[in-house]
């Protein structure tokens, strides 16, 4: 009879305060795990923006022949979808270039958006957990 399978519930305290502190270790290890994917995914996306911005800065710098500043200024009012319009391309090879930039440009504007809005989103969730 001392054989019969423990249940939950039958008194066996010890295994279950071992198993709470697993569960308590492995939730702690979880949300360090997700901080450093956070703070590494933000730094990935962050280097994929100054990529881009500097990639259509430097096309349009020779592509159009364009003052460096001018051509900065194009490149990040083009990928964040502003458009002034006081500035454009004139040469097919920019038109064209622009084309695919613009495509590639705010995908990676957008993610870096959507990346530090949800950052910033679970800092304060955090915050007001631990409050």
Known sequence: MGDAPRRAGDGD???D??????AKRL??????AERVWEQAGGRLVAGLAVGVLTVGTVAYHFLEGW??????????VAVTTVGFGDLSP?????KLFT???LLSGVAVIGLYID???SARRKRASRRRARS
């Not at 305060?17 to 697993?22: A, L, W």
């Open 13 to 15: 305290t010890d295994g």
């Open 17 to 22: 305060s071992v198993d709470r502190e697993m």
């Open 27 to 32: 939730l702690a290890e979880r949300i360090a």
């Open 67 to 76: 003052s460096w500043i001018d051509s900065l200024y194009f490149s990040t």
């Open 90 to 94: 004139t040469t097919d090879l920019a």
């Open 99 to 101: 084309v695919f930039y």
């Open 115 to 117: 990346q530090r809005v």
